[in-house]
């Protein structure tokens, strides 16, 4: 009856508010039963979870796997699919002019299912001598909302970054996150911003552009445009957007993840809406090196097994408005991660150097995508 029985595991699934022993059955790349007791009978292929956590396939909702053309790219399949994460979003790789090579070369061949925010930047993120947006004229609405609605199957929305001199020249300022608002609005998507040291006087100005189903990545950065005002306080300009439904993400990256700001963050009762790793070629192999590792820092600060598992699933399905994934109701996609709880002692490192030991770690350990094992 069934491709694939996964038996005897505990299954958390925020979005069926689950987390009990249960049997979850595939066939056809979909998930075709969840029950207390399933026969191995019924299934050609059967998998023993006993003492392990079966959760839907985990979303990562910002990676950079435009592999051998951005200097940021990573090859998707070895980082996202055989740690877990069966579904991820590359956050502005690309842009117009290269995204055709993107959808060809990696989108349409890998084994992760991959979605892209488009760099508002026709260029992309090709060069770590030059960045995308210090002329302006790499910022074109038009080219864009080509694009888009050429790709509307994989493009999710438009992604700017906003860091000055770097990325942003003083000529542009945040003119970029206003071209960047005027397309998205045009094709109706959201965007995602990277805020750290903008040519702003604060946060205050970026959020003022931005509203329900957008995502600030990179929350919880030690830089000038942060979510913290000069007390270490949560500026009201943060509260507001959060409750207007902006999705504050975490982003970890190369540095954009610091222990003391998250602290102050969670002491006020501020948390993420998604856990994502930013993963790319300048912190594969340290300090992200996943997003299990990303999630096993918030197991570390507190946050319970059900809000972290929700945080990489269900979550960030919803942010990109995807109700087949990030769950395994009967009928979702068959995307699963089985994993282990790790007790022990863990090296955290956030992206000051700063490191604090964790007691426990999330490890995947077999993953399911479309109903088999990967």
């Not at 910002?62 to 991820?88: E, L, M, Q, R, W």
């Not at 060069?127 to 302006?136: A, K, N």
């Not at 197991?299 to 319970?304: D, F, I, K, V």
């Not at 059900?306 to 269900?314: G, L, M, R, Y």
Request: net charge negative.
């Amino acid at each position: 009856m069934y491709d694939l029985l996964i038996h005897g595991a505990t299954l958390i699934d925020p979005e069926q508010g689950i987390h009990a022993r249960r049997d979850v059955a595939f066939a056809n790349a979909r998930v075709a039963a969840v029950e207390q007791n399933i026969a191995t009978s019924q299934s050609s292929e059967v998998i023993d979870g006993t003492g392990q956590l079966l959760t839907p396939g985990w979303i990562d909702l910002h990676v950079h796997v435009f592999d051998s053309v951005s200097h940021y790219g990573i090859p998707p399949d070895p980082n996202c699919i055989a740690k877990g994460v069966t579904t991820a979003v590359d956050a502005g790789s690309s842009g117009a002019d290269t995204f055709p090579g993107f959808r060809k070369y990696v989108l349409e061949v890998s084994d992760t299912r991959l979605y892209a925010l488009l760099n508002i930047s026709t260029q992309g993120m090709l060069s770590p001598e030059l960045g995308e947006l210090q002329d302006i004229r790499w910022a074109n609405v038009d080219r864009t909302l080509q694009t888009i609605e050429a790709n509307r199957d994989l493009i999710l929305g438009v992604k700017v970054r906003l860091t000055r001199n770097t990325l942003c020249s003083k000529a542009s300022g945040i003119r970029p996150l206003h071209l960047a608002r005027e397309a998205a609005d045009a094709a109706g998507l959201p965007i995602m911003v990277h805020p750290q040291a903008a040519w702003a006087d604060s946060i205050d100005d970026i959020l003022a552009v931005m509203g329900e189903r957008d995502i600030m990545t990179h929350s919880f950065h030690g830089s000038e445009c942060g979510i913290l005002d000069e007390h270490g306080r949560i500026r009201d300009s943060v509260w507001a957007a959060d409750e207007r439904g902006v999705v504050f993400d975490v982003g970890h990256g190369a540095g954009s993840f610091h222990w003391n700001v998250v602290d102050a963050a969670l002491e006020q009762g501020f948390l993420p809406r998604t856990i994502s790793s930013d993963l790319h070629a300048y912190n594969v192999e340290g300090p992200v090196y996943d997003l299990a590792t990303t999630a096993s820092k918030f197991l570390h600060l507190g946050l319970s097994l059900e809000d972290v598992i929700a945080k990489v699933t269900s979550v960030p399905a919803e942010a990109i408005v995807n109700d087949e994934i990030g769950t395994l109701k009967v009928g979702a996609w068959g995307d699963a991660t089985l994993l282990t709880l790790e007790q022990g002692a863990f090296a955290l490192e956030d992206s000051k150097g700063q490191v604090r030991t964790g007691d426990q770690r999330l490890v995947p350990v077999t993953v399911i995508k479309g109903g088999r094992v990967y």
